[in-house]
């Protein structure tokens, strides 16, 4: 079973934390519009985990973003998520930061 995600706006940033998979992200989901509307960044350094279907979430919020004229970066990365970018080819459409 997975843990919870949280998410909590601070700013321009939306912070999350515990696991981005298949399992927890539907809420997030629901709520991406509002949860976005101010944003241009989105801190992971909280995730302990981040699943393929998390990933493919991250990479619809930044394109999301772009389609309204706003570059969403993705602070906080660790080595499990920008490996999983790695894996997947996508360093050039998701660009990972290690800065919190």
């Given at each position: 079973?997975?843990?919870?995600?949280?998410?909590?706006?601070?700013?321009?940033?939306?912070?999350?934390?515990?696991?981005?998979?298949?399992?927890?992200?539907?809420?997030?989901?629901?709520?991406?519009?509002?949860?976005?509307?101010?944003?241009?960044?989105?801190?992971?350094?909280?995730?302990?985990?981040?699943?393929?279907?998390?990933?493919?979430?991250?990479?619809?919020?930044?394109?999301?973003?772009?389609?309204r004229g706003v570059e969403l970066k993705?602070?906080?990365?660790?080595?499990?998520?920008?490996?999983?970018?790695?894996?997947?080819?996508l360093q050039a459409i998701m660009p990972v930061d290690?800065?919190?």
């Amino acid at each position: 079973m997975s843990a919870a995600l949280s998410f909590e706006s601070q700013q321009q940033t939306l912070i999350l934390r515990g696991e981005l998979d298949r399992e927890t992200l539907l809420p997030l989901w629901r709520q991406r519009d509002a949860l976005l509307a101010d944003k241009t960044a989105i801190d992971v350094a909280q995730l302990q985990r981040v699943d393929s279907s998390g990933l493919a979430l991250l990479l619809h919020l930044r394109e999301q973003q772009r389609q309204r004229g706003v570059e969403l970066k993705i602070s906080g990365a660790t080595d499990r998520l920008k490996t999983l970018v790695a894996l997947y080819n996508l360093q050039a459409i998701m660009p990972v930061d290690t800065a919190g």
